[in-house]
């Protein structure tokens, strides 16, 4: 009981990672119908961006994080005006192919700099023991800073103009426009914001795994699974999604082997399209 405690706790702690970095995903899904296929590309950017801003400049990651988010908002609004604007109204088919070629422009770049070899942030915030459990504080750090994210989010959804603008574009673009809300403005942001969070959740990876450029592919898919459970448009449902997903993770590997971990995880995603497509939570509101 203590070893599945133990890994359950480890399985939550990632999960509400999983949980942010779907966020990102169902964000700007929720908002404009979209699903970036670049998703898995910019969080290996944020990656990259949190090592070499440690490696190279040696830089705090957790404060190299914030100019991870800086950064991956800027390249979320240049992205959404030069590869998604101008195909948002086009078939879905458009879009996808859109910001598909955005993903194999990233990773070609970085495989072209980097390589496909393994890096690290060689950080360490030490350990955590109480009783049974063993934790590192690299994972306590992003787990606290996952809910900080949601929460920030949430707050700004609801109680911000700009989040207000967002809700209201995401509900009706033809009636925001005829109220004056600027709704291209507001999707690029939406898209900034989305790109942002994916970006951050790289980074946030990075302090605790080894990674590669083609390492967000991994977390894209995960992402997807976790979208489709916790409910299309529904960046709360991402968070309590990614943390079933983690709890799994956490687990499976004390009863089986590690190999059926993502036969369970992509059964579940087929399971959940089939008798409940609109997820556990429910689609956005």
Known sequence: MDTLAASLLDGLLIGLLYGVAAMGLTLIFGVMDVINLAHGAIMALG???????FSEMGMNPYVALIAVLILGLLFGVIMYFVAVDRVIDESPLASLLSTFSVNMIIIGIGTAIWTTSTYNVEYSLGTVETGPFTVTGARLMAAFLAVV???LLYLFLNKTRPG???????DNRGAADLMGIPSHRILALAFGIGTAIAAVAGGMIATIFPITILGGSTYELKSFVIVVLGGLGNPLGALIGGLILGAIEGIVPVFMKT????????GLFVGILLFRPTGLMGTKK
């Open 47 to 53: 990656m990259f961006g949190v090592y070499l801003l």
């Open 164 to 170: 207000k603008y967002i809700r209201a574009v995401s």
């Open 259 to 266: 190999t059926w971990v993502p036969v369970i995880e992509f």
């Open 149 to 151: 994210i949601t929460a």
